[in-house]
């Protein structure tokens, strides 16, 4: 893990990259989880999805993840 990756709370899993409501009634958020893993998650008022994938760079500071 390098200085840089150490200080970005995106790459630590520390901040969401997004978490926003949506028409007041749902919720969108998007957050980097176990190092290299992009996870999408959107809640309804009956249900919650979720997808992740693996990703190799940190979209917020360009960080190589799989070091």
Not at 27 to 44: A, D, M, P, T, V
Request: aromatic share 10%; net charge positive.
């Amino acid at each position: 893990m390098t200085n840089e990756q150490e200080q970005c709370p995106y790459c630590r899993g520390v901040k969401r990259i997004r978490d926003d409501l949506v028409h007041y009634t749902r919720r969108s958020i998007l957050e980097i989880k176990h190092g290299n893993q992009l996870w999408s998650k959107f809640i309804l008022p009956n249900n919650e999805y979720e997808v992740m994938a693996y990703i190799r760079f940190c979209p917020m500071c360009g960080e190589d993840l799989t070091k």
